[in-house]
């Protein structure tokens, strides 16, 4: 099941063809745990159609449920 998460504390990561973007507080995500696998965290930003990862602690640590 995909759900809304809010940025809490900023965090960098990494999308399928190796950009880094740096992702910060208030900002909102898309991401379903369901499909996770491993120690990486697939998501995506609202609006935006690139997937990014990160790993799984820092995405635990970093976003809350909105």
């Given at each position: 099941?995909?759900?809304?998460?809010?940025?809490?504390?900023?965090?960098?990561?990494?999308?399928?063809?190796?950009?880094?973007?740096?992702?910060?507080?208030?900002?909102?995500?898309?991401?379903?745990?369901e499909q996770?696998?491993?120690?990486?965290?697939?998501?995506?930003?609202?609006?935006?159609?690139?997937?990014?990862?990160?790993?799984?602690?820092?995405?635990?640590?970093?976003?809350?449920?909105?």
């Amino acid at each position: 099941m995909t759900r809304l998460y809010t940025i809490v504390k900023s965090f960098n990561a990494k999308s399928a063809d190796g950009k880094t973007r740096e992702f910060k507080p208030g900002e909102t995500l898309w991401c379903d745990l369901e499909q996770q696998g491993g120690h990486m965290f697939k998501f995506e930003k609202i609006g935006g159609r690139v997937e990014w990862f990160v790993d799984r602690r820092t995405f635990e640590e970093r976003c809350i449920l909105k």
